[in-house]
């Protein structure tokens, strides 16, 4: 199996944990991207990078929606992490240390891109985004919500009766112990997505 389709770029899972869901306001406090092989599994080749912990400017901001998913404490963070912008530049040294081909990026593959994607925008800024990750993203909620949408079109019932990632996770069979932690829902977001090209492509 190759992926020639990928034109040279790496496809990498990612995930973010932040103090809320509104960017520019909320901040990332910790990020998982983990590259995968022609096989969908995490890669030998490329080591993976993972941050469980960077300390957020503004912790006083974190909601408690948040808080309650992740169980980060926001000001033990401020105190003993890097700072937002040592953990970009540790993103960004990371990129480099692929050494992947003049011009080749990260193929984003994550659950609820959109998400992540604005997060990272506001953190990184569109420079330094565009840098690192192609637009071409793979998001495996979008994946379940279509395969909902054609079983409802052709009058089956739907196989997904939730698109969160614990559902979903459920549903294939797949563990997921260490919810909403960044590294554990990279691999797990590997694995569906693995299992929904299995069964359903």
């Known amino acids: ?13 990612v995930d973010v944990e932040t103090t809320g869901v509104i960017p520019n306001y909320h901040e990332i ?3 998982a991207c983990v590259p995968l092989d022609e096989n ?5 080749r490329y080591r993976h990078f993972y941050l469980d912990g960077i300390a957020p400017d503004h912790p ?10 992740n169980h ?13 912008s040592r953990a970009a530049d540790l993103l960004e040294e990371w990129f480099l240390s692929l050494a992947l081909p003049a011009d080749k990026r990260l193929v984003p593959l994550a659950h609820n891109w959109p998400f992540e ?23 495996t909620q979008c994946s379940v919500a279509l395969i909902n949408d054609i079983h ?4 089956n019932e739907v196989p997904f009766s939730s698109i969160s990632l614990i559902s979903c996770c459920n549903r294939l069979g797949i563990e997921l112990d260490n919810a909403h932690n960044a590294l554990a829902d990279c691999i797990a977001t ?5 299992e929904l090209i299995r069964l359903f492509g």
């Open 190 to 194: 590997a694995k569906v997505y693995r």
């Open 117 to 139: 994607r604005s997060m990272l925008q506001a953190w990184l800024g569109p420079d330094s985004f565009n840098t690192l990750w192609d637009g071409r993203a793979r998001d």
């Open 60 to 69: 006083e901001r974190m909601g408690r929606d948040a808080k309650l998913k």
């Open 29 to 31: 406090i910790q990020i």
């Open 1 to 13: 199996m190759h992926h020639s389709h990928l034109y040279g770029h790496l496809l990498t899972v």
């Open 72 to 84: 980060l404490d926001p000001y033990k963070l401020a105190e003993e992490y890097v700072s937002q």
């Open 152 to 155: 409802s079109w052709q009058g």
């Open 40 to 44: 969908y599994n995490p890669s030998k």
